[in-house]
Nanobody, 124 residues
Framework: QVQLVESGGGLVQAGGSLRLSCAAS????????MGWFRQAPGKEREFVAG????????VYADSVKGRFTISRDNAKNTVYLQMNSLNAEDTAVYFC?????????????????WGQGTQVTVSS
């Protein structure tokens, strides 16, 4: 069992930055693939970024590539999402998720555990 708690969301102006954190607990939390997803009102949940447990492989959605960076600190059991150059289309609830698969896939169904989400609102 893995518990995930996101933090760092908030209100930011367009062009600004935020860093989200996801603290994981559980005996093997640091060995899981981790991903960030987001869901805007009236839209389906979409993949944002993923990272392997050693951090050697990262995957990004095209919409955030070059602006967002996912990283992890296994000693702290924490995954981060640094978000730069934010725009109104980034407004959503952001969720972190963990997967026992070996690769950070884009399919939400491949993730086993989810956090409760943190709201990110970008004002234009």
């Amino acid at each position: 069992q893995v518990q995930l708690v996101e933090s760092g969301g908030g209100l930011v102006q367009a062009g600004g930055s935020l860093r989200l954190s996801c603290a994981a607990s559980g005996r093997t939390a640091s060995t899981y693939v981790m991903g960030w997803f987001r869901q805007a009102p009236g839209k389906e949940r979409e993949f944002v970024a993923g990272i392997t447990w050693r951090g050697g492989t990262t995957v990004y959605a095209d919409s955030v590539k070059g602006r967002f960076t996912i990283s992890r600190d296994n000693a702290k059991n924490t995954v981060y999402l640094q978000m730069n150059s934010l725009n109104a289309e980034d407004t959503a609830v952001y969720f972190c998720a963990s997967s026992r698969s070996g690769y950070p896939t884009r399919r939400s169904g491949n993730y086993d555990y989810w956090g409760q989400g943190t709201q990110v609102t970008v004002s234009s």
